[in-house]
């Protein structure tokens, strides 16, 4: 026992120098490193004879395991509440333990050991809460802790059925506790990230394993609990030589099972994996980030594998043409066009093949071979074939072949859904971060031309109706000075005055006309366009029958948007042409036309982009409306 509790002092002592040098930051190191002193205070207190100091001691590695186990792998507990926990378990385990020393030998046993099994209970419950809630590469350093307490419950396990029924090893504490210095062993793996990443793999190989043995030990339990008697020495050693043999092969069924499966489906199919197994490997490969078209062909050479094919390809398309996708062997292939009244009855067929495929598929018949057609298909809409081909003389397609067929074509019809979803999702993305685009700029044309506009008027007002009223209270202040000396040249001076004020406000109303018309305030559409059209450049008509009213925000974006349209009509469509402007509602719905008979232009991009255009499509884009330009040279 000394030797074994030594030999678990230094590992404990060491790992955490290892743990220490390679972890600066964290505080796992100082939790192990405790562990260790404490062990080996209470290894030299219990040789010296001095059972108080051991108990406490004992009673304090409780705490320091439960320590570790809530601070896994950091050594830092996650939250304050385990911290007090944490605090709370030194405090209780320093209670329990002075008290175990208090009462005498006669109970310290069952105190220390409550202390145990409170600290790994709780110790359990919080690493599990700490694992849930963790992030992968926190999860992945937990796991190796995971394998060590696997390991450690396995080997109690088969220590403690082994001691019961064949009495044997004598020394079974010794060799649980050697067990448990792979726990330190796993925090030292565990702060190395490639042994990090392959911790699944053993883990998963280890509860396998440990699953088995508790199978091998549990019927050999049942085997000695049936004879109803205890076992004598040679069946003793009889029996542990077989549970060893029985755990052995056990064990190493787990790495001989692929290859006893493969040479089975070799012995039952003729090749080395099954038809089902196309299906799996599929099933698997799609979650991983692999190329659509390189799983198709792989999917392709599964199939010719499992299913003794001559070749298997796979079309896929849309809209009646089907191009070769994949194919084993690789060849050129024509595109398969079906029309479109016969893609329904194709998308319901199921597997075919024969007569079926010469009347339905007349680009893949006249073949001698054996050939069956799976459609792809999902939600009736037919997204491609899958065709596979025995050579002349093979055997003849069975029923789990066509169900195998059957299953792929339906995985492969979601699959390619996905792609197309995943292609119309990244088509409206591009479509809404143009949007976004065209918005910001449009804002930004709109606060500028706020801002012109703003400017414009200052400057009007600055120019004329301002020096108007200047004007006239200069005149105003003349007048008053001549009304006692010279009344006649005053009365002038006034009328002057009353001609100055009409201009004035002959200015400010053509100034509030650009800004919102009254008429179009008081009359609508149907009154405000005609009577702009009739100070328009050109002759001009004006369709609004019908129309109604709409809001004022709607009424003053069409009226300044024709507006615009009839000014730049005005400047290039000739001075023969004439306009007409159409407005017309269906029910909630406005559309306006400006058009000409004039010169016309190239109504390209670049024609797009003209300042007039842009103006008016700012405009229509604050409400919702739509901007559409068409022109033809000499045709308007």
């Not at 060491?14 to 796992?28: D, H, I, N, Y």
């Not at 698997?284 to 199939?303: F, G, K, N, V, W």
């Not at 019809?413 to 996905?418: D, E, I, Q, R, V």
Request: hydrophobic share 50%.
């Amino acid at each position: 026992m000394t030797v074994v509790q030594l030999s678990l002092v230094v590992v404990w002592a060491g790992s955490a120098v290892l743990v220490g040098v390679r972890r600066r930051t964290e505080r796992t190191a100082p939790v192990m490193l405790a562990i260790a002193c404490l062990a080996a205070l209470g290894m030299l207190a219990a040789a010296a004879d001095r059972r108080a100091a051991a108990v406490v001691a004992v009673a304090l590695l409780a705490a320091c395991t439960l320590h570790l186990m809530a601070a896994l792998p950091t050594g830092r507990p996650p939250s304050r509440g385990v911290t007090t926990l944490v605090v709370v378990g030194y405090v209780t385990a320093a209670g329990l333990g002075l008290l175990a020393a208090a009462t005498g030998p006669e109970s310290d046993n069952w105190i220390v050991g409550l202390t145990w099994a409170a600290a790994l209970v709780v110790g359990m419950r919080l690493a599990n809460l700490r694992y849930r809630t963790a992030t992968p590469a926190v999860r992945r350093r937990m796991q190796w802790a995971g394998w060590a307490l696997a390991v450690v419950l396995e080997v109690m396990l088969v220590v403690v059925a082994l001691r019961l029924m064949v009495h044997w090893p004598p020394h079974a504490t010794a060799g649980v506790l050697a067990a448990t210095g792979l726990v330190p062993l796993s925090i030292v793996a565990a702060t190395h990230d490639r042994m990090v990443a392959r911790v699944d793999r053993l883990l998963t190989a280890t509860v396998s394993a440990a699953g088995l043995t508790a199978l091998v030990i549990a019927a050999y339990t049942a085997v000695v609990v049936s004879l109803g008697r205890s076992l004598r020495d040679g069946e003793r050693s009889l029996l542990l030589l077989s549970m060893v043999a029985a755990a052995l092969a056990a064990v190493a069924y787990l790495p001989l099972r692929t290859r006893l499966t493969d040479l089975a489906n070799q012995l039952v199919y003729g090749e080395r994996v099954a038809p089902d197994e196309a299906l799996r490997t599929w099933g698997s490969r799609l979650t991983r980030a692999i190329p659509l078209d390189e799983l198709l062909l792989q999917l392709t050479e599964s199939l010719r594998k499992s299913m003794t094919l001559s070749s298997a390809e796979i079309f896929t398309g849309a809209s009646g043409l089907y191009e070769l996708a994949a194919g084993v062997p690789h060849r050129t292939a024509e595109p398969i066009r079906i029309p479109d009244k016969e893609r329904g009855v194709v998308a319901r067929a199921g597997v075919s093949g024969g007569t079926w495929i010469d009347v339905w598929l007349p680009a893949l018949a006249g073949s001698a071979q054996i050939m069956r057609v799976a459609p792809i298909a999902h939600g009736g809409e037919l997204l491609g074939l899958v065709v596979v081909v025995r050579p002349t003389g093979a055997t003849a397609f069975s029923d789990d072949d066509d169900r195998v067929l059957t299953e792929l074509a339906r995985q492969v019809g979601l699959a390619l859904h996905n792609v197309q979803l995943d292609s119309a999702l990244q088509a409206s993305l591009e479509e809404l971060q143009q949007a976004n685009v065209d918005l910001q700029e449009s804002r930004r044309r709109i606060v500028t031309a706020g801002d012109a506009e703003r400017r414009r008027l200052e400057r009007n007002l600055h120019d004329g109706a301002q020096q108007h009223l200047v004007a006239m209270a200069v005149k105003l202040r003349i007048a008053e000075d001549m009304i006692e000396d010279e009344p006649k040249e005053a009365i002038d001076v006034i009328n002057e005055l009353r001609s100055d004020l009409k201009d004035a406000i002959a200015e400010l109303r053509a100034l509030a006309h650009g800004i919102y018309p009254p008429l179009l305030s008081s009359g609508g559409l149907a009154e405000a366009l005609p009577n702009a059209a009739s100070r328009a450049a050109l002759p001009t008509t004006v369709e609004t029958t019908g129309v109604g009213r709409f809001d004022a925000e709607i009424e003053s974006t069409v009226y300044f948007c024709c507006l615009e349209a009839m000014q730049n009509a005005g400047k290039h469509a000739g001075a023969d042409a004439e306009i007409v402007v159409s407005v017309e509602r269906d029910e909630d719905r406005l559309t306006f036309e400006v058009r000409d008979d004039g010169a016309g232009f190239d109504a390209g991009p670049a024609a797009a982009r003209g300042h007039g255009f842009v103006n008016m499509a700012d405009r229509l884009g604050t409400i919702g409306g739509r901007l559409t330009v068409s022109s033809t040279l000499g045709a308007g």
